[in-house]
């Protein structure tokens, strides 16, 4: 990066004065863009979701205590998900209004959404290998690819993100672990 880039990237935006972007750098489209439409997204399906688990744990509050734990841990992790899609987008909207946030490091939200989903999908997959495996009347071929599948897909995305956080990547070298 150049003095010039530099300078650039610390001009904070005004009304009716566009913030010089670095060269290089990629567009508001695909960084805060995305970020805000992602959230929007996140709230619609967090609704969702909690109206789904209301209307399951009112209508079947007698189920077994791992079906509720199911439904509940992914509650629980849709919330912490939203929460952290709306910390990220406040973030780069108000907070760091001006800067380039596409070029910076990775905040904390995309850790966070990258968990979630890592653990959702293993959550899913270990519950439907079990739901399989009682109606297969014991099959342990079935359930065991899928709980397999599960288990590395799980270990693929904490292995990501501890490459991610310990080598301090940009978003544009987000394909160092590919």
Not at 2 to 25: E, K, M, Y
Not at 91 to 99: K, Q
Not at 113 to 130: D, E, H, K, R, V
């Amino acid at each position: 990066m150049t003095s010039t880039d530099a300078i650039a990237v610390l001009v904070l935006a005004q009304p009716n004065r566009p913030v010089a972007l670095p060269v290089g750098a990629p567009s508001i489209d695909i960084t805060i863009g995305a970020v805000t439409t992602s959230t929007w997204a996140s709230l619609f399906m967090f609704s969702i979701t909690c109206y789904t688990a209301t209307v399951y744990f009112s209508r079947y509050g007698k189920d077994q205590t791992a079906f509720k734990a199911v439904v509940a841990s992914m509650w629980l992790l849709t919330a912490v998900d939203t929460a952290a899609n709306l910390i990220w987008a406040y973030d780069w909207t108000v907070t760091l209004w001006g800067s380039i946030p596409g070029t910076g490091l990775l905040p904390l939200g995309f850790y966070v959404n990258i968990l979630c989903a890592g653990l959702a999908t293993a959550i899913n997959q270990s519950f439907y290998a079990w739901r399989l495996f009682i109606i297969s009347e014991g099959s342990y071929a079935m359930s065991g690819i899928i709980i397999v599948s599960a288990v590395s897909q799980l270990a693929v995305v904490l292995w990501a993100l501890t490459v991610w956080a310990t080598h301090s990547v940009l978003f544009k070298d987000l394909g160092i672990v590919l």
